[in-house]
Protein backbone atom coordinates (compact mmCIF):
# COMPACT_ATOMS: atom_id res chain seq x y z
CA UNK A 1 0.00 0.00 0.00
CA UNK A 2 2.78 2.25 0.69
CA UNK A 3 3.89 2.68 -2.74
CA UNK A 4 0.83 2.68 -4.28
CA UNK A 5 -0.13 6.06 -1.96
CA UNK A 6 2.93 7.22 -2.98
CA UNK A 7 1.66 9.20 -6.41
CA UNK A 8 -1.80 10.75 -4.02
CA UNK A 9 0.75 11.66 -1.14
CA UNK A 10 2.64 13.54 -3.53
CA UNK A 11 0.21 15.73 -5.00
CA UNK A 12 -1.40 16.36 -1.23
CA UNK A 13 2.24 17.85 -0.40
CA UNK A 14 2.13 19.86 -3.56
CA UNK A 15 -1.67 21.05 -2.77
CA UNK A 16 -0.61 21.66 1.31
CA UNK A 17 2.67 23.63 -0.05
CA UNK A 18 0.10 25.55 -2.63
CA UNK A 19 -2.18 26.26 0.78
CA UNK A 20 0.85 27.21 2.74
CA UNK A 21 2.19 30.10 0.35
CA UNK A 22 -1.16 31.18 0.23
CA UNK A 23 -1.54 31.75 3.92
CA UNK A 24 1.61 33.72 4.24
CA UNK A 25 1.05 35.93 1.54
CA UNK A 26 -2.04 36.82 3.49
CA UNK A 27 -0.57 37.54 6.77
CA UNK A 28 2.38 39.83 4.93
CA UNK A 29 -0.47 41.87 3.50
CA UNK A 30 -2.01 41.93 6.56
CA UNK A 31 1.09 42.86 8.31
CA UNK A 32 2.08 45.36 5.53
CA UNK A 33 -1.78 46.89 5.13
CA UNK A 34 -1.62 47.17 9.23
CA UNK A 35 1.16 49.10 9.24
CA UNK A 36 0.08 51.35 6.06
CA UNK A 37 -2.84 52.57 8.17
CA UNK A 38 -1.33 53.53 11.34
CA UNK A 39 -4.26 53.21 13.42
CA UNK A 40 -4.74 50.95 16.43
CA UNK A 41 -8.26 50.33 16.10
CA UNK A 42 -8.39 48.75 12.93
CA UNK A 43 -6.58 45.59 14.31
CA UNK A 44 -9.61 43.48 15.18
CA UNK A 45 -10.99 44.02 11.80
CA UNK A 46 -7.54 42.92 10.17
CA UNK A 47 -7.00 39.74 12.60
CA UNK A 48 -11.36 38.89 11.55
CA UNK A 49 -10.68 39.22 8.05
CA UNK A 50 -7.29 37.51 8.02
CA UNK A 51 -8.98 34.58 9.93
CA UNK A 52 -11.85 34.30 7.43
CA UNK A 53 -9.71 34.95 4.52
CA UNK A 54 -7.57 31.52 5.36
CA UNK A 55 -10.18 29.56 6.48
CA UNK A 56 -11.89 30.23 2.57
CA UNK A 57 -8.55 29.58 1.23
CA UNK A 58 -7.97 26.56 3.33
CA UNK A 59 -11.20 25.35 2.08
CA UNK A 60 -10.73 25.85 -1.34
CA UNK A 61 -7.58 24.42 -1.52
CA UNK A 62 -9.27 21.54 0.19
CA UNK A 63 -11.95 20.87 -2.19
CA UNK A 64 -9.67 21.31 -4.82
CA UNK A 65 -7.68 18.56 -3.53
CA UNK A 66 -10.21 16.59 -3.31
CA UNK A 67 -11.56 16.95 -6.51
CA UNK A 68 -7.89 16.03 -8.27
CA UNK A 69 -7.32 13.18 -6.03
CA UNK A 70 -10.69 11.35 -7.11
CA UNK A 71 -10.94 12.09 -10.53
CA UNK A 72 -6.92 12.56 -11.72
CA UNK A 73 -4.84 10.51 -8.55
CA UNK A 74 -6.76 7.49 -7.80
CA UNK A 75 -8.07 6.31 -11.56
CA UNK A 76 -4.67 6.75 -12.79
CA UNK A 77 -3.56 4.18 -9.83
CA UNK A 78 -6.26 1.92 -10.67
CA UNK A 79 -5.17 1.78 -14.68
CA UNK A 80 -1.84 1.50 -13.73
CA UNK A 81 -2.95 -1.65 -11.42
CA UNK A 82 -4.77 -2.93 -14.11
CA UNK A 83 -2.20 -3.00 -16.37
CA UNK A 84 0.50 -4.53 -14.32
CA UNK A 85 -2.20 -7.56 -13.28
CA UNK A 86 -3.04 -7.80 -17.28
CA UNK A 87 0.79 -7.79 -17.89
CA UNK A 88 1.60 -10.14 -15.29
CA UNK A 89 -1.55 -12.70 -15.86
CA UNK A 90 -1.03 -12.95 -19.58
CA UNK A 91 -4.58 -12.61 -20.59
CA UNK A 92 -6.30 -13.00 -23.86
CA UNK A 93 -9.73 -10.90 -23.42
CA UNK A 94 -10.59 -8.10 -20.60
CA UNK A 95 -11.28 -9.21 -17.13
CA UNK A 96 -13.94 -6.13 -16.55
CA UNK A 97 -16.01 -4.49 -18.56
CA UNK A 98 -14.93 -0.99 -17.39
CA UNK A 99 -11.05 -1.88 -18.58
CA UNK A 100 -9.94 0.24 -21.96
CA UNK A 101 -9.04 -2.35 -25.14
CA UNK A 102 -5.69 0.05 -24.85
CA UNK A 103 -4.32 -1.72 -21.37
CA UNK A 104 -5.40 -4.88 -23.22
CA UNK A 105 -3.34 -4.21 -26.37
CA UNK A 106 -0.03 -2.56 -24.04
CA UNK A 107 -0.05 -5.67 -21.96
CA UNK A 108 -0.21 -7.79 -25.32
CA UNK A 109 2.60 -5.94 -26.69
CA UNK A 110 4.76 -6.12 -23.08
CA UNK A 111 4.28 -10.08 -22.85
CA UNK A 112 5.38 -10.45 -26.33
CA UNK A 113 8.54 -8.25 -26.35
CA UNK A 114 9.14 -9.88 -22.55
CA UNK A 115 9.04 -13.38 -24.00
CA UNK A 116 10.99 -12.28 -27.45
CA UNK A 117 14.01 -10.66 -25.16
CA UNK A 118 13.95 -14.04 -23.05
CA UNK A 119 13.77 -16.45 -25.05
CA UNK A 120 17.10 -16.01 -27.61
CA UNK A 121 19.53 -15.13 -24.51
CA UNK A 122 19.64 -18.47 -23.46
CA UNK A 123 20.21 -19.89 -26.44
CA UNK A 124 22.65 -17.93 -27.63
CA UNK A 125 24.89 -18.63 -24.32
CA UNK A 126 24.43 -22.18 -24.95
CA UNK A 127 26.46 -21.81 -27.43
CA UNK A 128 29.77 -19.86 -26.42
CA UNK A 129 32.60 -22.19 -25.44
CA UNK A 130 33.69 -21.06 -21.76
CA UNK A 131 37.57 -21.83 -20.27
CA UNK A 132 39.01 -20.75 -17.71
CA UNK A 133 42.17 -18.51 -17.66
CA UNK A 134 45.52 -18.21 -16.05
CA UNK A 135 44.76 -16.86 -12.30
CA UNK A 136 47.18 -15.49 -10.19
CA UNK A 137 45.16 -17.23 -7.39
CA UNK A 138 46.29 -20.12 -8.52
CA UNK A 139 49.36 -20.78 -7.06
CA UNK A 140 48.38 -19.78 -3.58
CA UNK A 141 44.77 -22.43 -3.64
CA UNK A 142 42.52 -19.29 -3.98
CA UNK A 143 41.40 -20.50 -7.33
CA UNK A 144 38.51 -22.70 -5.81
CA UNK A 145 37.16 -19.70 -3.94
CA UNK A 146 37.31 -17.46 -7.40
CA UNK A 147 36.18 -18.70 -9.41
CA UNK A 148 36.94 -16.49 -12.91
CA UNK A 149 36.44 -17.51 -16.60
CA UNK A 150 36.78 -15.72 -19.69
CA UNK A 151 34.66 -16.31 -22.83
CA UNK A 152 36.88 -17.87 -25.72
Not at 66 to 83: K, M, Q, S
Amino acid sequence: MAFSSRPRLRILRLFISLGTGCLLALAAGLYYGYHKANGPDILNALVIGGVLAGFVIFALIAWAWLIIDEHVARPALRLAGTLRTLSHANLASLPEPGTSPICLTCCQRRTRSRNNCSTPAPHSTRRLPVKPHNCPWKRTGLNACFQTYRLA
